[in-house]
């Protein structure tokens, strides 16, 4: 097969930290807070500035308040699970490694003995048994595994328990039903392609009032406390962050920020807009698998393909009959390939999902770089595949 001729604008289809938005380039940098405290006046400003664009272009409800806080989205789904956890019983729901992982903290860790929903990657457990009495630990989105939760999906109004949501790959590039979520957290090198580090906390009112009425029986790292004295520490989602914030990664959140709020994409704008791009780029994706026989998606009902980490995996009958060492390293073969080329890189199956591929699909992608680099993903696969 003959390499195809046309090359993404763009080759960088990581899944964290996923690609610049398009036309980004340094100088967007030039006024950045730097040399001065974050806790002076201007630095302030900007990480109000920061909280109050994400709110905004979000749309997260009036009564509601959104944080910055350490360690990007790990940080702040911590700092929401040691802060909330342990006042009723839990229901963690695990999917992928991510997922996984909250399960360790809260077992672990924490030793709260939630009870625990697996499913295998391409899977969801059985959403309709979960036990909404109970404070509920989920992820939006699966990033390592490509599966996210149906659209239709949400906790009921009436929950006894509150609803914790990991949703660093959804948020801006797909609807989330906020006024049925109680915590959501995201990082800013997901879905804006932002610069990393620093993590946003979302909480209804009702993650405040439990926040203010219950104390957890374990010591609390500072970087985790959002209680002082039994009060809500506001100052935090005023600006006033709990550690020291890189300032030049906050000037770049918010050049994603209004590059976002001014984006135009199939007649949408804005917040819709991200989301026409994202469901774009799986469309383009989904074209491509249709007219292959030997790929097909990770998850195995459309209902649950994410738009943003789109997982695929080879369903050739010779690629079946490899170990799973060697399926890994053929699919590494084919990923080196096109970083070799120069033309897509980073698209290598998480270190823990099945061996496959990974292309990131957020907004900040233009569908047609994806389609180029599927051309060049079946270019790869034909030239590296035993003969």
């Not at 819709?272 to 007219?291: I, P, T, W």
Request: hydrophobic share 40%; glycine share 8%.
């Amino acid at each position: 097969m003959e390499k195809p001729q046309s090359k993404p604008a763009s080759p960088n289809f990581s899944s964290g930290p996923t690609c610049k938005r398009p036309g980004w380039n340094p100088g967007v940098l030039s006024n950045a807070w730097l040399g001065r405290s974050h806790r002076a006046k201007g630095g302030k400003a900007r990480l109000k500035q920061a909280i109050d664009l994400s709110a905004e272009l979000a749309r997260i409800p009036k009564g509601y308040l959104t944080g910055i806080v350490p360690a990007s989205d790990t940080g702040a789904f911590e700092c929401a699970m040691w802060s909330l956890l342990g006042a009723r019983p839990i229901t963690a729901l695990a999917w992928e490694s991510f997922g996984e992982g909250w399960v360790t903290d809260i077992n672990k860790q924490l030793k709260l003995n939630a009870n625990v929903m697996k499913a295998p990657y391409g899977e969801l457990p059985d959403l309709g048994k979960v036990d909404w009495s109970h404070d509920v630990v989920f992820t939006w989105n699966g990033t390592t595994s490509g599966v996210k939760v149906p659209d239709a999906f949400a906790p009921p109004a009436d929950r006894q328990g509150l609803a914790l949501c990991d949703a660093t790959s959804a948020v801006y590039a797909m609807p989330l039903p906020w006024e049925r979520l109680d915590v959501v957290t995201w990082s800013w090198q997901k879905s804006l392609g932002s610069e990393a580090a620093h993590g946003m906390l979302v909480l209804s009112p009702r993650a405040v009032e439990r926040l203010e009425s219950y104390v957890p029986a374990w010591p609390m790292p500072k970087i985790f406390r959002l209680t002082k004295g039994g009060k809500l520490i506001k100052d935090v989602y005023e600006g006033s962050t709990i550690n020291t914030p890189s300032m030049l990664a906050t000037e770049d959140y918010i050049d994603a920020l209004k590059w976002s709020m001014s984006l135009t994409h199939g007649g949408k704008q804005g917040l819709d807009a991200l989301f026409a791009r994202s469901a774009e780029n799986l469309k383009v994706v989904a074209d491509f698998v249709a007219r292959q026989d030997w790929i097909d998606f990770l998850p195995v009902r459309p209902e649950i393909r994410s738009c943003t980490s789109i997982c695929l995996k080879i369903t050739a009958d010779w690629f079946g009959r490899l170990s799973p060492e060697d399926q890994g390293a053929f699919c590494k073969k084919v990923a080196g390939a096109l970083e070799a080329e120069g033309v897509v890189y980073d698209c290598g199956a998480y270190r823990d999902a099945p061996p496959g591929f990974r292309f990131w699909g957020g907004p900040t992608v233009d569908p047609k770089d994806t389609a180029m680099a599927l051309d060049w993903l079946l270019w790869a696969y034909e030239s590296q595949r035993p003969r």
